[in-house]
């Protein structure tokens, strides 16, 4: 029996030693979890806390391959004898991350309904459902447009998986120790964006020995889906202590910063995931067959290089974000998103795609950066205008002491923080949607990009004047402080 195992009981808490006893009731349900006391925390907690994390990661990368996979996999249905419209793929590329960043909301409450680790399972299985789908869909080259838009509409279940991953383990982790956990968890899922963009092109061309297999794309998931869904069963807990905040997600929708700092997220996270999403058919449609260049499986799957960079991006952003403020490197990543697209703009008629695929990478690494140094921003305005207006913002008002503030009127700066960033990252998500579908007007109109990033640049400019005026000018800094 190990120390962990010890450390368990199955009878009431008591404080011993090692801290407050836990017990573990049938179907892994943990009581009396406690991440703050230390001495809990460092006797078996820590150990715990790990185990859930790593499966949650695994689970949440799965969970963002599948919301990624249909970007990746239109830039092949030409060949493979499917006929539909440029505009009808950018729809399978966009639709995905309307229903996922809808999803996210509901997902972000399901950890408290249903435990932390039933829900991973779950929601890990629920991906067998667009995996599948997918591969019955590409099978036939005669499958309706309408029926085809509908299977990748079901692949935004993965995007929805980070609301309730996130949602998880911010409740195993000690608040000294949240901000990395919650960081290794969303930058694991990040990834899986890339590896999609990697794998795929591999897996439809290299193993189908010789034959496009595009039901490969989505078969080839099913098996790591059912591992990490076992994984979740077999070492994930349910902390009985997980309790959703609805009062907080209303108190919180009242607060006008969550709507300007959603503003925000659209434009960082936003631009991430949906320059992911299109960057593949980008090139294909830049420098693929027809432009003069026949773009073979290899150079395709570079565009993975921009959900990889975008994902390592994001905790450096947060890194730079405490040192120097997190609306500054907001700032500074918009100018850098403005004027990277500005170039992008100028450069395009050129045809140079190592010139191209240089300055994309640039986007996406603003892009990631300043993921994490928005993301870093929630937390901090809401404290600061917390304690402007005299609301208790410290850890422990996320308890009962909380509550008792709430019935005077206050709702604590942790409580609602916690609660706006989940309703951010899912309005940040709608920019997966918005990214293609812009691209896709300008090319409908114009039949180029150049009117697509002409207005990304506008919507950079906005964005960095609005982080200033509110965040850094010098009247609103007074009221607001270094965020």
Known sequence: MTAEQMSISTSKSTTTGAGTALTNTRGRWLHHWNAEDEKQWNSVGRAIAKRNLAWSIACEFLGFVVWQLWSIVVVFMPAAGFTFSSGELFWL?????????????????????????????????????????MAWCLGNPETPF??????????????????????????????????????????????????????????????AAGTLGLPLAGLMWVPLILIAAWGAWKYMDNLSSAKSDMAGSLASLREPHLWILALLYIGTFGSFIGFSAVF??????????????????????????????????????????????????????????ALTAMVQVLTLPLGSFPLFLVLFLVLFAAAGAGNGSTYRMIPMVFALRANASGEAGDAG????????????????????????LGIISAIGAYGGFVVPQVLNASRQSTGGYEGAFIGFVAAYLALMALTWAVYLRRSSAASLGNV
């Open 93 to 133: 590329i966009s639709i995905p991350s309307l229903v996922g960043a809808t999803l996210r909301i509901p997902y972000t409450f399901m950890v408290a309904k249903f435990g932390g680790r039933n829900w991973t399972i779950v929601s890990a299985l629920l991906l067998l459902i667009p995996t599948l789908g």
């Open 146 to 207: 309408g029926t085809m838009l509908v299977v990748a509409a079901l692949a935004g279940l993965g995007g929805g998986n980070f609301a309730s991953s996130m949602a998880n383990i911010t409740y195993f982790y000690p608040a000294r120790e949240k901000g990395w956990a919650l960081g290794l968890n969303a930058a694991g899922g990040n990834l899986g964006a890339a590896v999609a963009q990697f794998m795929v092109p591999v897996a439809v061309t290299v193993l």
């Open 280 to 337: 593949p058919k980008l090139i294909m449609d830049s420098f693929g067959p027809g432009v003069g260049l026949k773009l073979g499986p290899a150079i395709i799957s570079l565009a993975f290089l921009g959900a990889l960079i975008g994902s390592l991006a994001r905790p450096y952003g947060g890194k730079l974000a405490d040192r120097w403020g997190g609306a500054r490197v907001t700032v500074a990543c918009f100018g850098v998103l």
């Open 397 to 420: 008002d996320a308890g009962d002491a909380g509550d008792a503030g709430d019935g005077a009127g206050h709702m604590s700066a942790t409580r609602k923080g916690s609660a706006a």
